[in-house]
């Protein structure tokens, strides 16, 4: 039984802080009204993320989904660890007895039945079954990837320990050679989480609550979205060869004669017998939209160089150029010694990596791409879509980037965790710009143990997005408890570890506090700030706007002598709720409150150190149950099923008029609609 114990083990540290009765404990906030002073410079830094790269296929590589129907077990919500103590993954989980559920992956599984799994609290299991061919065994190596699964979570192969995973929306992976029966059956079985503390990212506490069926336990949290749980994307078998190419990492520069610059950087990894394996040469070679090779180099025994690109094709973001989104294909092509004498050197690897060339950088007063200054304008945004919650969805993924591009956006945010893999890779398609951010959403409670998880969160996001062109400043946190005591060290240590890993971008965070009181921006690159006047404050009143935001944004600009951004703004609006003259909660007044934006954002573009509007939301989503959310957040521009309301026309023409005005960008012809020959000459 040595083996339970340390399965046990591992998963009770992926659980900090978990009970003897497996339930979370609830943070006294009572408690931190006076903060200890913690020091973090003892505070272990992550251990850096290795691998992990997309899996595609190739010459070299196999590569099969795991998506579809799988079978899911909830555990007992007040015995969460009951299926560790039984050995569920041991045997197949019908043989607990207990209901199986059908669930697809990827998928939230909280809306996809009838009953109470909507709101369960602590673990689930899932569990299917697969083939692996048998001409996957010898010279390769089997891998097993899941792209994210919220929050934490623990993977067999045949009742056997693969691995373990914390902190959601982000990947993870195991080779699982030696686990699988090539030819056979196989089983997986997966230990899903969805309990959070004061410890993890984001926080949340549980607390037991006396019901009319008795005590359950109850999941608080502090953000504003639901906190869906399964998993969330997609699940993949791929095949390596014995020795292979790892990781990469690419970074980019375009002088301003034209030309392109790459540095590239490649990582190995071999299993016992692949390290015994000599590559004799690396074949790399950039290869433009039409195959073409642009440029080419050949190392051997260096697995790092520089590629030049003359007359290279930039990567624009969108409407700022009449072809954005420019990518090219990087091949990375491994190769060994022939076996025999005179033989020619055979293929042992291939990998591709799309690549944007483009070059960002910053200064006090601005964001420039390729020397352009730039004025961000788009959304703050969730993966949040009716029945599969937060799962990936292709469909959805593709109407959420149409309608990013009929409205004239050209950047969002990724409020307030990291998105899909695939999203980024049609970010990167598009031109479409991203303010990168991490899972740390109303951070309080500062201590080292929090940091270290914050700390992780942002590595692994780093880690996976830092060859995304599109990617152009990191969020380390959405509205943390910057104000409050400890705040000072804990986020000074964040930013300092943040920024030796940033991969060129500039750091940024959506801040809810006041200048004079927050603690965290003045270690930033770009100041964020997040301010709902005419809603949460001085509701109602559309007058009480410009002046307000003008005077804030300038004692943001004052006090730190950074960039500007507004991060949020926007107001709740009912669908088909009509009021005239305006009223809260109408869609005239979300059109009146969004004009009064306009009018203040164009008297701070003129300051120039001010460089971007987002509104918040891009589309209606799910919260969790309160008296203050009718069906869940309605400040979408959209709603939850991607219509526009009224304000989506009043906001194209807003973000059409700024890339008409900025880059000179054609304007759509369904832009204005015909109402006589005399407004339409003067439109």
């Keep these: 039984m040595r083996w339970f114990w340390v399965l046990l083990l591992s998963y009770l540290q992926l659980l900090v802080s978990a009970t003897e009765d497996g339930f979370l404990p609830t943070p006294d906030l009572d408690e931190f009204k006076e903060y200890p002073l913690f020091e973090y410079d003892d505070v272990e830094r992550p251990k850096p993320t290795q691998g992990l790269l997309y899996p595609i296929e190739s010459e070299t590589r196999q590569l099969r989904s795991l998506d579809g129907m799988w079978r899911l077990v909830r555990s007992d919500p007040a015995d969460p660890l009951q299926g560790i103590r039984e050995n569920w993954f041991v045997d197949a989980l019908r043989k607990t007895g207990r209901e199986i559920i059908p669930m697809p992956v990827p998928a939230s599984y909280n809306d996809i039945t009838t009953d109470n799994l909507r709101d369960h609290v602590g673990t689930v299991w899932y569990e299917r079954t697969f083939f692996v061919p048998r001409s996957w065994e010898g010279n390769q190596r089997t891998w097993l990837r899941f792209s994210s699964v919220h929050y934490s979570a623990v993977v067999w192969i045949n009742g056997r320990n693969a691995t373990s995973h914390s902190l959601g929306h982000l990947p993870f992976e195991e080779e699982i050679s030696a686990l699988i029966s090539f030819g056979g059956e196989n089983r997986i079985t997966v230990m899903c989480d969805n309990r959070l503390s004061n410890r993890t990212v984001p926080q949340g506490s549980v607390h037991e609550t006396a019901t009319d069926d008795g005590n359950v336990p109850v999941q608080s949290y502090s953000f504003d979205f639901f906190n869906y749980a399964g998993i969330h994307r997609s699940v993949h078998l791929y095949t390596t060869p014995l020795l292979h190419i790892s990781d990469v990492e690419v970074t980019t520069q375009l002088s301003a004669e034209g030309m392109g610059r790459i540095d590239y950087r490649l990582w190995l990894d071999g299993s016992q017998d692949g390290l015994r394996i000599q590559p004799s040469h690396l074949l790399v070679q950039l290869r433009d939209r039409d195959g073409q090779v642009a440029a080419q180099q050949i190392n051997k025994a ?46 042992l690897d291939v990998y591709r990596l799309p690549v944007g060339i483009r070059s960002l950088s910053w200064s006090n007063d601005s964001l420039l791409l390729n020397g352009k200054p730039l004025y961000l304008r788009g959304f703050g945004r969730h993966e949040d879509s009716d029945i599969r919650g937060k799962g990936l969805d292709n469909a959805l993924l593709a109407r959420d980037f149409n309608l990013l591009k009929w409205i004239g956006a050209n950047a969002y945010r990724t409020s307030h965790y990291p998105y899909s893999e695939e999203s980024m890779q049609f970010a990167d398609q598009h031109g479409i710009m991203i303010i990168d ?247």
Aim: charged share 20%.
């Design 302 to 347: 260096v697995y790092h160089g520089t590629l030049l690109v003359p007359e290279a094709s930039p990567w624009w973001p969108y409407l700022m150029h009449p072809d954005p989104g420019y990518l090219y294909d990087l091949q990375f092509e491994l190769f060994v010694a022939g076996q025999e004498e005179g033989a020619s050197d055979a293929l």
């Design 437 to 683: 951010e991490c899972s740390a959403v109303n951070i309080d409670i500062f201590e080292p143990q929090l940091l270290e998880q914050h700390m992780s969160s942002l590595e692994q996001l780093i880690h996976r997005d830092r060859n995304h062109p599109s990617v152009v400043a990191w969020s380390v946190a959405n509205e943390p408890r910057s104000t409050k005591q400890g705040a000072l060290k804990y986020f000074e240590s964040l930013v300092n570890y943040t920024r030796s890993i940033a991969h060129g971008r500039p750091l940024t965070a959506a801040i809810n506090a006041s200048p004079s009181t927050c603690h965290l921006t003045q270690f930033l690159d770009i100041v964020g700030f997040n301010r709902y006047n005419s809603w949460y404050q001085n509701s109602g009143r559309t007058d009480m706007i410009v002046n307000l935001l003008t005077t804030e944004a300038q004692s943001w600009r004052d006090t730190f002598m950074k960039p500007v951004i507004q991060f949020e703004y926007g107001g709740d609006t009912m669908e088909g709720m009509h009021s005239l003259p305006a009223f809260i909660w109408s869609e005239e007044y979300q059109v009146e409150l969004f004009s009064r934006h306009f009018k203040a954002f164009d008297v701070l573009r003129e300051r120039k150190w001010f460089i971007g509007e987002f509104v918040w939301n891009f589309a209606d989503f799910r919260t969790a149950q309160t008296i203050t959310r009718v069906g869940g957040n309605k400040k979408g521009v959209f709603t939850r099923s991607r219509q526009p309301k009224e304000v989506a026309h009043i906001l194209r023409w807003r973000y059409f008029a700024l890339a008409k005005e900025l880059d000179q960008c054609q304007l759509p012809e369904d832009l204005n609609v015909y109402i006589s020959k005399h407004i339409h000459n003067e439109l």
